[in-house]
């Protein structure tokens, strides 16, 4: 896009074209890269998240997945709970390229047990900001750091809101920016090693300077649940997650 063109575009709409050229970019690398940044903690995140989110919603949800990306959540809610259906929502079309490549993968391994991954989860391109579903269209949502990509949270929250029927779950993992900034996570870990491995690792110097950066202007995780709050949610537990908070979980119905 010229100069010109993006002047004559609305300032979320820049950033989150921005966002979007960024993650397509990264995307055939993505995975290598969150394996070697958070020495594989991310998986276990997920999964904590993913059992919040499934506990209590019955044999067959519906669920999305916001910002599914390369869609290692969708895929491990489809393994956790067979009855479940996902749509894995991203904006990043190469994102969801390489997801879609990860589940034919995982649907050869997983042929002869009869596990039905890909009829299961559905990668759609949708923006977080305008999402193309009914009200009430699911029973609950799931998202791994996407929300402090979203240019306009406000707004993406009352979407969530909108979407998930209501006595239904969201669960959310994040980077939320810290209370206080701790040395070893925030000045050293994230503001300079995580950068260079991500450039290691993706050969992409900037989506890896964007990452702490993007976490510095984010916002606590208790003025997260205070907009979830805002947006209608009425129960919202925010926790921090081992190791030493690094990442929290939200979780709001
Ligand atoms: C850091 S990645 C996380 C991907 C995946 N959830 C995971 O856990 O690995 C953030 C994802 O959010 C997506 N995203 C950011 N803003 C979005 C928006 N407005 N609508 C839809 N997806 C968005 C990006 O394209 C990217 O794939």
Not at 105 to 119: C, E, I, K, T
Request: charged letters at 25%.
């Amino acid at each position: 896009m010229s100069t010109a063109d993006t002047r004559a575009l609305p300032k979320e709409r820049i950033a989150a074209e921005h966002v979007q050229q960024m993650f397509d970019r990264i995307a055939p690398r993505y995975d290598a890269a969150n394996r070697v940044m958070s020495a594989g903690v991310d998986v276990l995140w997920r999964r904590k998240a993913i059992g919040r989110l499934l506990d209590g919603l019955g044999e067959s949800p519906r669920l999305l997945d916001l910002g599914a990306g390369t869609l290692d959540g969708a895929v491990e809610i489809a393994r956790r709970a067979p009855g479940a259906r996902v749509i894995a929502a991203d904006f990043a079309r190469e994102m969801l390229r390489a997801g879609r490549a990860k589940l034919r993968d995982l649907q050869g391994d997983h042929a002869s047990s009869g596990v039905n991954l890909a009829a299961r989860v559905q990668p759609q391109i949708a923006d977080g900001h305008s999402l193309p579903y009914t009200d009430g269209a699911f029973d609950g949502a799931f998202s791994a750091f996407c929300v402090r990509n979203l240019a306009d949270l406000p707004r993406a929250s009352r979407e969530l809101r909108r979407v998930v029927r209501p006595g239904g779950r969201i669960a959310i993992l994040e980077f939320f920016r810290p209370e206080r900034s701790r040395f070893f996570f925030d000045k050293l870990y994230n503001a300079r090693v995580l950068p260079l491995l991500g450039w290691a690792v993706t050969g992409d110097r900037e989506a890896y300077r964007y990452l702490p950066a993007s976490i510095a202007a984010f916002r606590t995780r208790e003025e997260y649940a205070a907009l979830l709050r805002d947006a209608g949610f009425s129960h919202v537990d925010a926790r921090p997650l081992f190791p030493s908070g690094v990442a929290s979980l939200v979780v709001a119905s």
